[in-house]
């Protein structure tokens, strides 16, 4: 008889836990970084258009990463109408060139007319994500400027080789009737050859971790990305470690201090709809790169060198 309360309470006790595994937003969670809350109150975004909004002086930036041509148009889609729809300015990196050598398969942007018309009506600033964002493997994966089994430099003439894929990503851009002054190196990693080159056709570079705005040693002012990304294997625990850390900036009376991540829309608009409420709330207003560098004075940004 006894045996089988302890069987019956096991079972209580499973379908009990099982609930709270199954929804958990209904109980509190705890980051790494030890934030709490409820999930369900960071999802409400509405409190930066009531009217009780109060500028916490800080800017927040939020950049659509990796479109490329063989991009899943709905996602996309759904992530550029939730920024529209709350008057959010974004920038979307974009990868003019896919590439799966393994498959034998290549894309160009021209050849998707639909996400062409896509990211030129979403009102996005463009920022030049690399030409294929690959060397030998597959787009977004892959390295484009950089040996990742040996960590160092392609073996190869790293200038011309830069330079051709430079211009063979703004041929593709023209070719689709899209422009960019901004650029983003594929997984941050290049080396001064391939900098350097960089430097000749863009005066802004979006990337790396720096909390302000700098400028490196080639003069380009660097936007950062300091809150980096939502991690899809993750994704709740990314969304309270960027808030986490939006927290702290915004509690800095350092105004220059920017809040700025980026977002793979693949991932759908969940997390991207509570980061952007959470952020809200925290009292950011969001910006557009470009925005953000007319926001502070050249002469009052620190150059800070990058590859020496
Ligand atoms: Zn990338």
Not at 39 to 52: H, M, N, T, Y
Not at 176 to 200: F, M
Not at 207 to 232: C, H, M, S, W
Request: charged share 25%; hydrophobic share 35%; aromatic share 12%.
């Amino acid at each position: 008889m006894r045996k089988k309360w302890v069987i019956f309470l096991c079972l209580i006790l499973y379908l009990v836990a099982g609930f709270f595994w199954c929804n958990p937003g209904i109980i509190k969670e705890t980051s790494g970084n030890g934030v709490s809350g409820e999930i369900p109150a960071i999802l409400v975004d509405e409190s930066g258009e009531q009217g009780d909004f109060t500028w916490n002086g800080h800017y927040a930036l939020v950049r659509l990463e990796d479109v490329n041509p063989a991009s899943d148009i709905t996602s996309l889609e759904d992530c550029i109408e939730l920024l529209k729809s709350k008057n959010i300015p974004f920038s979307i990196a974009l990868i003019p060139i896919y590439k799966n050598p393994e498959k034998n398969v290549t894309i160009y942007l021209h050849e998707k007319p639909e996400l062409v018309r896509l990211i030129k009506n979403s009102g996005a600033t463009i920022v030049l994500h690399g030409c294929t964002h690959q060397y030998d493997g597959e787009t977004g994966i892959d390295f484009e400027f950089w040996d990742e089994t040996s960590n160092a430099p392609l073996e190869i003439n790293n200038t011309e080789y830069a330079t051709s894929k430079i211009e063979l990503a703004l041929e593709e851009l023209k070719r689709c009737n899209l422009s960019a002054e901004i650029w983003e190196t594929p997984h941050y990693t290049s080396n001064y050859d391939v900098a350097g080159v960089v430097s000749r056709y863009f005066s802004k570079i979006y990337e790396g971790y720096d909390r302000k705005l700098t400028k490196n040693e080639f003069g380009q002012i660097v936007v950062p990305a300091n809150l980096d990304y939502v991690k899809g294997e993750q994704p709740v625990q990314s969304v309270f470690e960027i808030l986490a850390k939006a927290e702290n900036i915004s509690s800095s009376d350092d105004e220059d201090i920017v809040a700025s991540f980026f977002y793979h829309p693949f991932l759908g608009t969940d997390y991207l709809r509570m980061l952007i409420g959470g952020l809200k709330k925290q009292g950011y207003k969001f910006v557009g790169p470009e925005e953000c560098i007319l926001s502070v004075k050249p002469e009052e940004i620190e150059t800070i060198p990058q590859y020496s």
